[in-house]
């Protein structure tokens, strides 16, 4: 019999098959070749069931009913891809062996460990686990696979990661959703996350700034010029500060104490998907998704960079002959020029900058790979750029500088200066023509600064034993700044680090494991926060929603501040890392996610309502700020109810303690969500109802972003036009006028399956 080899998506089937089974026959869902059958997931097809799943009762939301504990959770297909399920389960039956060639990671891991429970197959495993998908890399994997047994513990450690998440998320929400009369999502790693974001606004709104002064003086001892900043306690009085300046200004001074010492700049780290993500933010503004998706083409579609959803930045001991044979690859690209000036003999198994075996657990850094692009777009050029610079940055040596450090007293006053004094641009040469070889300390924020620091490329030296001239001193008005808001690039280093203000990269490197998320789901949650109305963007600048803010109130108020509580969950997630690693029992894990379950939803009972109007904000959010349809405020169902309770009504029943004149319409149960179809983005399985603001699917609490808005070109579409743009990809010629206010015909066209965008056809 054959073996059945189950990949992730098609593509990865398709490239798996080109390596092992090159004359495999195309059968559509399935590649068939003399040893082996390829097939595929389409991410996930099977889920953990909804409540209504375990009684019918769930199907309205009501805080009386729980908390829900399910003591052993069940399974269900999603019914868009049940017949690529079935198709697995029909190859699975003709073959004696299988084959986990799913992502390799613990999201990997568990759709596959999902697919083999729900089917109940029995056949013995064994597992590839490959960084790249290059065709000698698949080979090789293949050559050496394990045995499923040697994954155990990352599959337990994704069951309890998933069901910790069902059982926060559904009480949570619920209790929440059902006191307060209005739609709050909670979750085990977004509410942590969202409260990162609360307390830094907070920490704004609560700043106060406060003026102070700094004495600039300008020194001459011959032909050299310098500057120096006055040393002393922060002046507060501008008429100190003038003193100060009056005193020294145009008077002779003498050299106090003048230092030199070499220093080195080594190459900044390898990518991991967390800084990768940060640098993109930072220099393009690409949020966090959009970064994760490119790298994820570039991977999977390109081939040229290796598995991009590592936590690591080293490699390990023969990752060092790929990473040779890498940059020889990338000879006679638009590259060359740096790579002839590239040495091997800088990357070798003794350089704790790059190789570092016990900072690689599952996947080393992310790297190039020796095969070369083809047509990248603009965005997959960016992001390859930044990878393969930050790559060959390594191939040379470090940059060196002369370190001068200058105090100057005038009048018994003490003046510091420092200059940085460039002697070999060394490895920053491979940034020279985008001008990013300069860096600004880490740690130092902008109030705090005392001196400046000048940077030169020029020879710099003075005479400590004779003298010089204050040429001229002045006083430099500054003010103390507030906290900078978050960006996605510095939310995702406060998740890393679960929101400690960590600036050494060592410590925040251990902190690693206690972090918020993973590098694969922490663009998920930032996602999740933007659909839900929990924040917005304000160009780069994350900014929190009034319901945002209520729902942590509540939740503080509540007394579950632990929901909230960024160190604690960021204590969960490396629970869970250690139960992938042997090292902790999943069956204590989830016992103690039950007992905090059952406690969320004690506090929500004895807490105490609020009015509706609390969570409105006093503007509309921007159209594209709006989540999916059904997620925001007045939203005809909540956000944990699935399809098919959708399709049975659900509904949220409110809290009983409204005024006495809304009783009757607070305690309604509200009208069950218009169905108009099925949801037209590829492998999601939900379907699509209408919202107070659009047409949402309602699997958007596991990710799908799918919308349409009621109010699209000036007109408020119907359920028909809905129904056919998601059917049809389109509607019948409708009549408009144009920008002179002519009439035109023209249809509306569903320009994008995957999140509803539209455009217009004549």
């Known amino acids: 019999m054959k073996t059945l080899v189950i990949a992730e998506k098609p593509d990865m089937g398709r490239n798996i098959a080109a390596a092992i089974e090159p004359r495999a026959a195309n059968k559509r869902s399935y590649l068939e070749g003399e040893r082996y059958i390829i097939t595929w997931a389409i991410g996930h097809l099977i889920t953990l069931a909804e409540p209504d799943h375990y009684d019918d009762k769930y199907k309205k939301w009501n805080l009386a009913h729980l908390p829900i504990i399910p003591e052993n959770f069940k399974l269900i297909p999603n019914s868009k891809t049940k017949d690529q399920l079935n198709v697995i389960a029909d190859l699975a039956k003709r073959c004696d062996r299988l084959v986990n060639a799913c992502d390799a990671g613990r999201e990997g891991q568990h759709i596959f460990s999902l697919i083999q429970r729900y089917l109940k197959l029995s056949h013995p495993v064994h597992r590839l686990w490959i960084s790249d998908l290059t065709p000698e890399t698949i080979r090789a994997g293949f050559a050496s696979l394990k045995d499923a047994a040697e994954y155990e513990n990352l599959t337990k ?202 900072k690689v657990e599952d996947h080393h850094a992310i790297l190039p790979t020796h095969k070369r692009p083809g047509t990248l777009t603009p965005d997959e050029q960016k992001v390859y750029d930044l990878i393969v610079r930050r790559f060959l940055s390594h191939f040379y040596p470090a940059a060196e500088y ?131 109305e929990y924040i917005e963007m304000q160009g780069k600048r994350i900014v929190i929603t009034k319901k945002g803010r209520m729902a942590i109130e509540l939740i503080r108020g509540a007394g579950v501040e632990l929901l909230a509580s960024p160190e604690m969950t960021g204590h969960w997630e490396r629970r869970l890392t250690e139960i992938s690693r042997g090292t902790a029992a999943d069956e204590a894990f989830m016992s103690k996610v039950k007992q ?95 919202g107070r603001k659009g047409y949402g699917c309602s699997h958007y609490k596991t990710g799908c972003t799918f919308v349409i808005w009621k109010e699209s070109f000036g007109r408020t579409l119907t359920d028909a036009m809905v129904r056919s743009l998601i059917e049809k990809g389109r509607t019948s010629k409708l009549k408009w006028k144009d920008e002179r206010g002519e009439p035109i015909e023209a249809r509306i066209v569903l320009k994008n399956a995957k999140t509803g965008e539209l455009e217009l056809e004549s």
């Open 402 to 532: 002369k370190q001068h450090t200058v105090l100057t007293e005038v009048e018994q006053e003490r003046f510091k200066t420092s200059v940085k004094q460039l002697l070999d641009l060394g490895w920053k040469v491979v940034y020279a023509d985008l001008s990013l070889d300069k860096k600004k300390p880490r740690g130092k924020a902008k109030d705090d600064e005392e001196e400046d620091e000048a940077e030169t490329d020029a020879p710099f030296s003075i005479d400590a034993t004779a003298g010089v001239k204050n040429v001229s001193s002045e006083v430099k008005e500054k003010e103390t700044q507030p906290p900078k808001p978050f960006t996605e690039g510095t939310l995702l280093k406060a998740m890393e680090s679960a929101g400690k203000q960590i600036e050494d990269d060592e410590l925040r490197e251990a902190m690693k494991d206690s972090g918020l998320g993973t590098p694969a789901t922490r663009a998920a949650t930032i996602e999740r926060l933007k659909q839900v």
């Open 157 to 358: 450690a994704a069951k309890a990661r998933s069901e910790a998440d069902w059982l926060i998320g559904m009480n949570g929400s619920r209790a929440f959703t059902t006191k307060h009369n209005v739609l709050l999502s909670v979750g085990r790693v977004q509410t942590p996350v969202l409260a990162l974001v609360y307390d830094r606004q907070m920490q704004i709104e609560a700043f106060g700034a406060t003026k102070y002064y700094e004495v600039h003086a300008v020194f001459e001892q011959g032909d050299v010029t310098y500057k120096g900043v006055w040393q002393g306690e922060r002046l507060h009085s501008r008429e100190a500060a003038d003193k100060i300046a009056a005193k020294t200004s145009g008077k002779p001074g003498r050299i106090e104490n003048y230092e030199v010492k070499d220093t080195k700049e080594y190459p900044y780290r390898l990518f991991d998907l967390t800084l990768l993500q940060r640098e993109t933010n930072a220099k393009y503004g690409f949020s966090a998704k959009k970064t994760l998706d490119v790298a994820q083409s570039l991977y999977e579609k390109h081939k040229v960079i290796s598995y991009p959803r590592t936590n690591s930045n080293y490699v390990n001991e023969q990752n060092i002959p790929e990473m040779h044979r890498a940059l020889d690859a990338l000879r006679g690209t638009a590259y060359d020029a740096l790579v002839a000036g590239a040495s091997k003999r800088f990357v070798h198994k003794g350089n704790p900058n790059v190789c570092n075996p016990s």
């Open 596 to 690: 905090f379950a059952a406690f969320i939803v004690d506090k929500v009972r004895m807490s105490a309502g609020v009015s509706r109007s609390a969570f409105e904000s006093e503007r509309p959010a921007t159209r594209e700020r709006k989540p999916a349809a059904g997620s925001g405020p007045g939203a005809k169902k909540p956000r944990a109810a699935s399809s098919k309770t959708a399709k049975a009504g659900s509904s949220a029943t409110p809290s009983t303690t409204a005024s006495s004149a809304g009783t009757a319409t607070a305690t309604a149960a509200a009208t069950a969500p218009s169905t108009i179809g099925n949801c037209p983005r590829d492998g999601c399985g939900g379907t699509i109802f209408m």
